[in-house]
């Protein structure tokens, strides 16, 4: 071959290389040396899963719509979690993943099924920017990753303290304000724990699960070296005498009785017999609050960790392990980790993960509560994120039956941590787990 036409044709290879890039979603990255590196994406049928159980429609609202018109080369497949459509279903089937994306508490199941992979080349060589992140959301991944960093986080949730105005109104007591302490929420469910009309009121409702897993005390449920449940820690103490405490006004333990359960959302959004509840900072989106006179303020603190708010809740998106279109994957996280997309969802009522000013004071701008003190979930930084461990749903499943014996003053404390550790420790063993 003469060195005219060797000139020709990689001149050729080369202008071709720069029109596939160009056409396909290819971006030039630098990778910290003087040389730059293409990455080059082809265009791809993209299978994206979630074991949340979200439909299709709401990972559409959220973040198919968003992928598919910033990336429209990609055909965009959201696979629901239905029955039969589990993790170790898929993997037996031979089916297809690119992208997994689960909740911080959900995402040691894919560990479980070694569907992850280490994303730290990959982050490296697409150049993002893991500083622009909320800390504590990568070191709860990196903690998970023993270090690594299998999936980051891309929208974010944390608890808050709502409360109905005309239930405050209807008695006479101040509204709650940011900045506040359980002891003094018990307080205001003391004055607002009545019988009015033949209705008994409670003055607090909890969203359960939620109260310990992001709990400002950020308590691990398992001792990841011993794999022993923790429920002997001082901090565990703290959280279930909340239960015995606001149990203590005349009029709660009979509602206690009545319903056979601890008031949760439902007594706060639909019968409306609770003046405040301690959950997610998206109640109001997730629930129909219509009618409603409500507010929320940021979620209390305990005494035991002083000025210390609840823990972020992220939601990670992570590279699938088995995925043949890692690159593309790559390109999409790193896109839904753009000021752009994160302005978005900031803007239309959804946490975000970066640290960005303008992106966090835009938060709910473009909804119908953005009058409502929404912006309290924003309040403080956070707590550090526990550690999540395949075990933790035996502990949770243990305590979890007994907190209305604890609240109703038929359990003391002492004998539900000793036997909840108990049960959680059979259970485990029955199980395999070691």
Excluded at 3 to 31: E, F, H, P, Q, Y
Excluded at 98 to 104: A, G, K, L, T
Aim: glycine share 6%; charged share 25%; with cysteine.
């Amino acid at each position: 071959m003469t060195r005219k036409r060797t000139l020709v044709l990689v001149l050729a290879a080369a202008m071709l290389s720069a029109c596939n890039a160009a056409g396909t979603g290819g971006i030039a990255k630098t990778d910290g040396t003087n040389e730059a590196e293409a990455i080059v994406t082809k265009p791809a049928e993209l299978v994206i899963y979630s074991s949340s159980g979200w439909t299709e429609e709401a990972f559409n609202d959220r973040f198919g719509n968003a992928i598919r018109q910033k990336f429209p080369q990609h055909t965009i497949r959201y696979i629901q979690k239905v029955k039969g459509m589990d993790y170790p279903d898929l993997l037996t089937s031979g089916q297809q993943i690119d992208m997994i994306w689960e909740s911080v508490a959900a995402f040691s199941k894919a560990l479980q099924y070694n569907v992850h992979m280490d994303m730290t080349d990959l982050i490296k060589k697409h150049n993002i920017d893991t500083g622009r992140i909320e800390p504590t959301m990568l070191d709860a991944m990196r903690k998970m990753s023993d270090g690594k960093l299998y999936a980051l986080p891309v929208v974010n949730n944390t608890m808050s303290l709502y409360y109905n105005k005309d239930l405050f109104d209807k008695f006479g007591v101040s509204y709650p304000k940011d900045g506040m302490t359980w002891d003094e929420v018990l307080e205001l469910n003391r004055q607002l724990t009545r019988t009015e009309g033949g209705v008994q009121y409670i003055g607090l409702a909890l969203s359960l699960g939620h109260y310990f897993d992001i709990s400002p005390l950020s308590v691990t449920k398992i001792d990841p070296k011993t794999l022993k449940p923790t429920l002997q820690d001082d901090k565990w103490k703290a959280m279930f005498q909340i239960f015995t405490r606001m149990s203590e006004p005349s009029g709660y333990k009979e509602k206690l009785q009545e319903i056979k359960a601890i008031p949760g959302v439902n007594h706060f959004v639909k019968t409306r017999d609770a003046a405040m509840l301690a959950g997610l900072a998206n109640v109001h989106v997730t629930q129909d609050v219509t009618g409603l006179n409500w507010d929320v303020v940021s979620y209390p603190t305990y005494k035991e960790a002083p000025g210390m708010h609840p823990q972020a809740y992220p939601t990670y998106f992570g590279v699938s392990g088995i995925s043949q279109h890692k690159d593309e994957v790559m390109e999409i996280i790193q896109y839904l980790l753009s000021d752009e997309f994160q302005l978005a969802v900031s803007k239309t009522g959804t946490l975000p993960v970066v640290k960005n000013d303008a992106v966090r004071q835009a938060f709910a701008q473009e909804t119908k509560f953005k009058d409502k003190n929404v912006k309290s979930a924003l309040y403080s930084s956070f707590a550090p994120i526990a550690v999540q461990s395949l075990y933790d749903s035996y502990v949770s499943a243990a305590y979890t039956k007994k907190l209305v014996d604890l609240a109703s003053g038929d359990m003391d404390l002492n004998t539900l941590l000793r036997t909840s550790e108990e049960e959680a420790v059979k259970e485990m063993e029955a199980a395999k787990l070691k």
